[in-house]
């Protein structure tokens, strides 16, 4: 009898080899698929106008960063309107990252909505219609895809009905990318706020995943043509006990030992509103830990590989290769981080700079 599979014969040595190269040594993910009204938050602290063309040009400042960016990047995510935007000559920005090796992805989810008779937990929505979408954003070039869902840790959350529904939003959310060529990535996010230790963080980051493993086994999904984007296990951000580096580091990949299958290729991180040098600090002593690491631990980092790089452009010409500099060096810190090399190059007063945000929605 055949093996139940999401993933299609003819797509899943695709999917494999596209999880694979995303995390290929030394490489991550930049997150560049804010919504519009997420990009404008960040260009009004620049006084700069949110128009399509300037989010057309600060999307070219990125990719066209120098041809050290390929060393550092696997992947980019991309918002639906900037998979369509071409550079100033006319050249698809989805083309501009192929040739440099760097794969294309594309955010599908349509953002978060209250699940009604709870604390406000949420659960994500876009599925309807969304093996077309992901159809038509394979022709385009695409070919890996991000979902985000949201939980939050409170005394009475995350509830077993927001991990349930979330995991099984995720899991179908997986199905129909593999269906259509995507690489899903399977992003369960539990926010950073509140007060909560580092103990209680592994408990629940643990609960939460293999809710949502148990959920990927049971719609099918080919776990090696996926990838994970969890939040690293954290205590919340008015915690009064402060930790080092290397106990972040060693929660989570002992919630990760727990929960996630070997045969996932990748773990890329997100920053969850840590400032860019405690992203990168904590990346770096996950892969320091000790003992079997089966998948790759990298980035998928938006905020913390793009706060420095906004403020030093300001939304002016002459910033630009000054921006995309500051871009190089933070891809360049989190690249060793991904290895466990690095040293500090990247330390700065502005890559030390918070950049949480309560509630975080983009």
């Known amino acids: ?6 993933a299609p014969a003819h797509f899943r040595k695709e999917l494999e080899e596209t999880a694979r190269a995303i995390v290929a040594p030394g490489k991550g993910i930049l997150a560049a698929d804010e919504s519009t009204g997420t990009i404008g ?24 960063a120098g041809p050290e960016l390929k ?31 760097i794969l294309v992805g594309i955010k ?31 022709q385009a070039g695409a070919r890996f895809a991000k979902w985000r869902s949201v939980l939050k840790i409170t005394e009475s959350c995350p509830t077993p009905l927001a991990i349930e529904e979330n995991a099984t939003v995720l899991a179908r959310y997986a199905a129909i990318c593999q269906s259509q060529g995507l690489c899903p990535i399977v992003e369960p996010e539990i926010l950073m ?5 580092l103990e209680k963080a592994v408990k629940v980051t643990e609960k939460v995943l293999a809710a949502v493993y148990k959920k990927l086994s049971d719609h099918h999904i080919y776990l090696e043509g996926t990838l994970l984007k969890p939040n690293m296990v ?36 997100l920053s969850g509103g840590q400032s860019e040098e405690e992203a990168t600090l904590h990346l770096d002593a996950m892969n320091r830990v000790p003992g079997n690491k089966p998948w790759a631990l990298t980035f998928s980092y938006g905020r913390a590989l793009q706060a420095t790089v906004i403020k030093t452009w300001g939304g002016k010409k002459e910033n630009v290769a000054a921006a995309q500099r500051a871009l190089l060096v ?33």
């Open 71 to 101: 060393n550092y990047l696997g992947g980019v995510i991309l918002y639906e309107e900037t998979l369509f935007q071409k550079d100033v000559n006319g050249k698809a920005f989805a083309d501009i990252l192929r040739e440099q090796g």
């Open 234 to 269: 954290c205590p919340g951000q008015d915690c009064p006990k402060k930790y080092t580096p290397a106990d972040i580091g060693l929660a989570t990949v002992t919630v990760l030992r727990r929960t996630v299958p070997a045969a996932v290729p990748g773990i890329t991180f």
């Open 193 to 197: 706020d509140g007060s909560h230790d």
């Open 1 to 6: 009898m055949a093996t139940l599979s999401a």
């Open 330 to 362: 933070r891809a360049k810190a989190n690249s060793e981080a991904s290895q466990g090399k690095y040293t500090g190059s990247g330390a700065n007063a502005s890559a030390s700079e918070s950049l949480y945000v309560k509630d975080y929605k983009y």
């Open 108 to 138: 599908v989810d349509l953002g978060t909505v209250v699940l009604p008779g709870t604390d406000d937990e949420t659960t994500t929505q876009g599925l309807d219609n969304m093996a077309a979408r992901c159809a038509k954003y394979y």
């Open 41 to 64: 938050k960040r260009f009004s602290a620049i006084s700069l106008e949110n128009v399509e063309e300037n989010r057309r040009a600060y999307r070219e400042l990125l990719f066209t």
